[in-house]
Nanobody, 114 residues
Framework: QVQLVESGGGLVQPGGSLRLSCAAS????????MGWYRQAPGKQRELVAQ???????MYVDFVKGRFTISRDNAKNIVYLQMNSLKPEDTGVYYC????????WGQGTQATVSS
């Protein structure tokens, strides 16, 4: 059974930081690269970062240098450290395998606003 549980979102001022966490079922974590996705208001969900099990990472251009993805393979948890947050980073953040599986978690809301 696929389980994805995101947490760590909240309201933060521009320039602030948030650390998101996602607990995934081992059946996903041990096989797939893991990604963080964002769905901004009125927009489609999009990948922002991914990390393979061997530590390789990839970021989309608009988060490079600000976001860091990491994974704890022993605990089946993937993190997203978000620094220097901007209002346009606002959205619901989800984790999933990459490429994404059909099942999604509930996501965690991150709001960047003064």
């Amino acid at each position: 059974q696929v389980q994805l549980v995101e947490s760590g979102g909240g309201l933060v001022q521009p320039g602030g930081s948030l650390r998101l966490s996602c607990a995934a079922s081992r059946s996903i974590f041990s096989i797939y690269a893991m990604g963080w996705y964002r769905q901004a208001p009125g927009k489609q969900r999009e990948l922002v970062a991914q990390a393979t099990s061997d530590g390789s990472t990839m970021y989309v251009d608009f988060v490079k240098g600000r976001f860091t993805i990491s994974r704890d393979n022993a605990k089946n948890i993937v993190y997203l450290q978000m620094n220097s947050l901007k209002p346009e980073d606002t959205g619901v953040y989800y984790c999933n395998a990459h490429p994404a599986l059909r099942s999604w978690g509930q996501g965690t809301q991150a709001t960047v606003s003064s």
